[in-house]
């Protein structure tokens, strides 16, 4: 059985996994449809400052965003005067670095399906004086469901996993910053390898699990369009 510290560890891996999920599908979408619809000058380098921790190393985006979150910088003073507490070695700044860190997982599958849509049905439904946003609610979003399905699942999964940045931003304060990728860093480097087992195994089963029905979800949704 898991020690009371890995059930801190796995409570906290499944907020930070269920805000930064959730915080991604609420923030994505906007700047997924400006990517896939906007012809102004500057969308490669916002391309690519959304994809760059898919190519940086994680220590160090970790790093640079440490040094952003340190108490001696504007935003970390800002946050401390607004909130009283300190943003490097917090939650809060472990949900932060985890919304920049699994970002193009969520953006990228939003984007493709956003490129893909046609625009028969958005124009046909602007003729009939549907705003934006129902636009957006009665015709887009039915019609890139699946890309928001998989979107939320590779966030989530992604999330569960985080190493390097969450060790730079938050230490490994158990109960507070210790998620558990960590713990069982720190399991293997006791060589407490029984317990690393459990834990690892515990993470293998969880991802291959979302991505199982997430895939199971838009298999059986084929299909059922396929018949129609």
């Avoid at 906290?12 to 619809?37: D, V």
Wanted: glycine content about 10%; proline content about 6%; hydrophobic content about 55%.
């Amino acid at each position: 059985m898991p020690s009371a510290a890995d059930l801190l560890a796995i409570g906290l891996t499944l907020k930070l996994a269920a805000c930064t999920t959730g915080l991604l599908l609420l923030l994505s979408p906007p700047l997924a449809w400006w990517l896939a619809r906007s012809r102004h000058w500057a969308r490669p380098v916002v391309e690519a400052l959304v994809a760059l921790p898919l190519v940086l190393p994680p220590t160090v985006l970790g790093f640079y965003l440490l040094l952003a979150f340190s108490p001696d910088t504007g935003l970390g003073q800002g946050w401390q005067r607004l909130f009283g507490s300190q943003l490097a070695f917090s939650f809060s700044g472990l949900l932060i670095a985890s919304l920049i860190y699994s970002l193009p997982f969520v953006v990228q599958p939003l984007t493709s399906a956003f490129v893909n849509l046609g625009d028969r049905e958005l124009e046909a439904a602007a003729t009939l004086g549907l705003g934006p946003v129902e636009r957006f609610m009665r015709i887009v979003l039915p019609m890139t469901l699946p890309s928001f399905v998989m979107a939320a699942a590779l966030g989530f999964a992604h999330t569960l996993g985080e190493f390097g940045v969450v060790l730079m931003i938050g230490g490994n304060i158990p109960g507070e910053t210790q998620v558990l990728s960590i713990a069982l860093f720190d399991h293997v480097e006791a060589q407490d390898y029984g317990n690393a087992h459990l834990l690892a195994a515990g993470l293998l089963g969880v991802a291959m699990t979302v991505l199982v029905l997430v895939y199971g979800v838009l298999q059986r949704r084929q299909r059922r369009l396929l018949a129609c």
